[in-house]
Nanobody
Framework: QVQLVESGGGLVQAGGSLRLSCAAS????????MGWFRQAPGKEREFVAH????????YYADSVKGRFTISRDNAKNTVYLQMNSLKPEDTAVYYC??????????????????WGQGAQVTVSS
């Protein structure tokens, strides 16, 4: 019903930048909030960032505040995660997700309904 396709992952040195993209199809993208999560091997999935339907409200995990920026282009059905000043501890698989049916919470994966395939981000020291 909803497909999310991520791109932009890769390998970067500490202090560098990457921009992840997540393109949605199959539903009216502009009506729904979106989020980014990440998961390192052997670790629990953690919240990274969230943006509401029109982009006027954003939320970030404390670990990425001031370094990451979530944004969206509803005309392109795409949400972005700009990642600056990357650290080795940012290494993880990053997932985008869409919130269609969930309540207005944002910091747990259980509040989202469809997920992308994940994009590997590796930060070397």
């Amino acid at each position: 019903q909803v497909q999310l396709v991520e791109s932009g992952g890769g390998l970067v040195q500490a202090g560098g930048s990457l921009r992840l993209s997540c393109a949605a199809s199959g539903r009216i993208f502009s009506s729904y909030a979106m989020g980014w999560f990440r998961q390192a091997p052997g670790k629990e999935r953690e919240f990274v960032a969230h943006i509401n339907w029109n982009g006027d409200s954003t939320y970030y995990a404390d670990s990425v505040k001031g370094r990451f920026t979530i944004s969206r282009d509803n005309a392109k059905n795409t949400v972005y995660l700009q990642m600056n000043s990357l650290k080795p501890e940012d290494t993880a698989v990053y997932y985008c997700a869409i919130q269609i049916y969930g309540p207005p919470q944002y910091d747990s994966g259980r509040y989202y309904d469809y997920w992308g395939q994940g994009a590997q981000v590796t930060v070397s020291s």
